[in-house]
């Protein structure tokens, strides 16, 4: 993956975990806020080079689990961490697509 790919997929990444916290903490304070989840994970695994199948079922099982640890951060810390967070997932996401 180039330079700017790279780029794009961490940009996408941290999107995708700020968008996610918000609507988690909405729903939280008892707004429904669940139809505004933007799907970013499809796209982030598409980037990624990741299909349709098992394999891919699983990869964002496990992404799942990395984005919901960054979120269960107080509002400080994951902001403060929000790029070591990106990095993480986007080097996990490495490791699976070797494989």
């Known amino acids: ?38 799907q970013l994970r499809d796209t982030i695994l598409k980037l990624m080079g990741f299909g349709n199948d098992q394999y891919a079922d699983q990869v964002y099982s496990q992404y799942y689990q990395l984005a919901e640890e960054a979120m269960e951060q107080n509002n400080m810390s994951f902001q403060k961490n929000l790029d070591q967070h990106a990095q993480n997932i986007y080097v996990f996401l490495l490791e699976k697509q070797s494989k």
């Open 1 to 38: 993956m180039n330079m700017e790919s790279k780029e794009i997929v961490l940009s996408l990444i941290k999107d995708e975990l700020t968008s996610a916290r918000l609507l988690n903490n909405l729903n939280q304070i008892g707004l429904s806020a669940t139809d505004y989840y933007l």
